[in-house]
């Protein structure tokens, strides 16, 4: 799957879904995020993101999209040094 095609399944995910799995795999983020970094951001256990997370998962694989494309997808777009700490903060306030 293509970057597009990538983009297009996370959107049909409900907004909070997509938040967590584009943070979750560092997607537009420039890092992935731990599960309990997340819950922390969101003020939720690590339990309910962790619950949120599989069923995202569970949607996106109906669309053909697995964890690995994700994994791929993020190590596709990586970038380093002062752009990736901007890319990160702004990612942390839009999904807030």
């Known amino acids: 799957m ?4 990538i983009a297009a399944c996370l959107r049909r995910l409900p907004p909070l879904q ?13 890092r992935a995020h731990s599960v309990r970094a997340i819950a922390r951001e969101f003020a939720m256990t690590p339990e309910v993101i962790g619950s949120i997370l599989i ?7 109906k669309s053909g999209l697995q964890p690995g494309d994700l994994r791929a997808a993020a190590d596709d777009g990586q970038d380093s040094g002062t752009l990736l700490a901007r890319r990160e903060r702004r990612c942390w306030d839009r999904l807030r």
């Open 18 to 30: 997509e938040k967590i799995v584009r943070l979750r795999y560092g997607l537009g983020c420039g």
């Open 55 to 61: 069923e995202a998962q569970r949607q996106l694989a």
């Open 2 to 5: 293509d970057a597009s095609q």
